[in-house]
């Protein structure tokens, strides 16, 4: 079979060789996404791998897909909402996407973020640039068992972020319309309002989808706790970036992590000039209680074989019109 991975990342490639040597089969490399304009290149192959954050394309574009044979679509990421599935659905295309890659290794970025911001060490470093080394009583921490995180989404991610705040004594809430009740051992659950409310730190784990963007806005950080901290790990879009330079100028929100953006896809995973890089990015990134990561949350070794090996299983089961488990569906 011969498979064309699009989006390939240097770290990519000896998982992608490997595979192929390991199934036999071809595997082309490319670093160009899948668009309109390499549409053209999928030409002779019988199934696609895509990585990226952007959208691919109109209806029309998956009509041509469709006609020059691709039957589906496997890309090496949780999330899916760079792909029309309605489009994909009416063209007789299957997408597949890779939501258990190493929950784990999203969980401890989260945490990552959240103890930077917790402890206070960036706006710590800030003075020191400055040469203040005073302890600064506006500056004290607060230990994380004794606090309450809020996990809204509580799928495999945001299962497994749950279980290390548990782990480090903090009391964990969680929302979720679909209640996993695997977790039930770790979480408590309750209702989105209640977590706004109350949560010391609130973490997002949801897919971005017309119900949830902006599902962080103005009123909600209103309504949050005085000095509260929100982590997302998930979809940029799931924030109001700039309800969230509000809440965080006026020093009603104590801190931000954040792993994604949404205008991300404009420079994120490139090399820009910081002057040329978006507004709302330049005035986070000068904030010493924000901490903003490239979307790297997933980049572990780990995290990067299992995407590209289960993508490439799942090109192959589908092409062979197998069912697949992570199969995407309307």
């Not at 029309?60 to 792909?83: C, N, P, V, W």
């Amino acid at each position: 079979m011969k498979i064309i991975m699009f989006g390939t990342k240097t770290a990519e490639r000896p998982y992608a060789k490997e595979w192929a040597e390991m199934t036999g089969n071809e595997v082309k490399l490319v670093s160009e996404n899948l668009t309109a304009e390499t549409l053209d290149m999928v030409k002779g192959f019988d199934g696609v791998s895509i990585q990226e954050t952007s959208p691919l394309g109109d209806a029309d574009f998956y009509h041509q897909l469709a006609e020059l044979g691709i039957k589906q679509i496997s890309t090496r990421t949780a999330g899916f909402d760079m792909l029309d599935l309605k489009a994909c659905q009416a063209n007789g295309i299957t997408v597949t996407n890779v939501a258990v890659y190493s929950p784990r290794a999203i969980a401890e970025m989260d945490l990552t973020q959240a103890m930077y911001l917790l402890r206070r060490v960036g706006e710590y470093e800030s003075r020191m640039k400055q040469g203040d080394f005073r302890w600064n009583p506006e500056l004290i921490s607060n230990e994380i068992y004794n606090l309450t995180v809020g996990v809204i989404g509580i799928g495999n991610i945001g299962g497994a972020t749950a279980q290390l705040y548990k782990a480090l004594g903090a009391r964990v809430l969680a929302y979720d319309p679909n209640k996993n009740v695997e977790y039930a051992p770790f979480v408590e659950f309750t209702d989105m309002n209640t977590i706004i409310r109350t949560a010391d730190i609130i973490t997002l784990h949801t897919p971005l989808l017309p119900s949830t963007k902006n599902m962080l806005a103005a009123p909600q950080f209103a309504s949050m706790k005085k000095g509260a901290i929100v982590i997302n790990m998930a979809r940029g879009g799931l924030i109001n970036t700039a309800d969230l330079l509000d809440a965080l100028k006026s020093k009603h929100l104590g801190g931000a992590g954040l792993d994604t953006l949404a205008d991300e896809f404009s420079f994120f995973n490139q090399e820009v000039p910081f002057d040329q890089t978006p507004a709302d990015y330049q005035e986070l990134a000068k904030m010493p209680n924000v901490l903003v990561t490239p979307h790297v949350a997933f980049f572990t070794k780990t995290s990067i074989r299992n995407m590209v090996h289960i993508s490439l299983d799942d090109v192959v089961k589908v092409v062979n019109g197998e069912h697949s488990r992570n199969e995407v569906r309307i």
